[in-house]
């Protein structure tokens, strides 16, 4: 599997775990905000899975699972083995997703591969083809959803807000689209020299809070992450 960065430590990526990352490479988003370009653009080497697992193997007595990020890693023919290997060594894992992959994440679930799937809700449905950077088909991501809900996996829906996209209306629309969600978590764009597109900008902290109050009447469980 083609990895392309690796986070030796994170106590922030899979919740209440010590944790390591690690991103795939490519993704079939061109999202403008995307924090990684470097990954979706195959720009950075190619780490090696047996250098990977052999990292893993020798940090057994420090971390308890492993994310794996990208990217989109469901574009990864290799995923599914991958995955296998890793949870051979004992770890808890974690999978971030757009969700265009529902057939390989119900996959994962129903083997009882993966422990925590963080999905990501780019938009409202009639701005997502806007905010991920091409024209696509939600239908996949529509599954995705639906599979989520059933609850046989714990789980979160997140949002990357950023100013050029998002309004109050968007998040009206997404609490309807994912009603009954057990957590959704807003994650505030913070610009760097890393993204795909220049010259977008973060909401306010009070307007994060706005956005907040709109989800907090639909769903039960609304977080802000980076405010």
Known sequence: MQILGLQKLTLLDYPGYIASTIFTGGCNFKCPFCQNASLVNYKEKDLGEKNILEFLKKRKLYIDAVCISGGEPTIQPDLKNFIKKVKKLGYLIKLDTNGTNPK???????????????????????????????????????ESINLLLEDKIDYEF??????????????????????????????????????????????????????????????????????
Do not use: P
């Open 158 to 227: 997140r949002t990357t807000v950023v100013k050029n996209f998002h309004d109050c209306d968007d998040f009206k629309k997404i609490a309807k689209w994912i009603k009954g969600a057990k957590k959704y978590v807003l994650q505030q764009f913070v610009n760097s020299n890393n993204v795909i597109q220049s010259g977008l900008s973060s909401h306010s902290k009070e307007k994060l809070y706005e956005f907040k109050n709109i989800l907090d009447k639909k769903l039960k469980n609304v977080e802000i992450r980076g405010e």
């Open 104 to 142: 390989l994440l119900r996959e994962l679930i129903n083997e009882k591969l993966i422990d925590y799937v963080a999905m990501d809700i780019k938009n409202s449905k009639e701005k997502y083809n806007q905010t991920i950077g091409l024209k696509y088909d939600i239908k996949s991501i529509e």
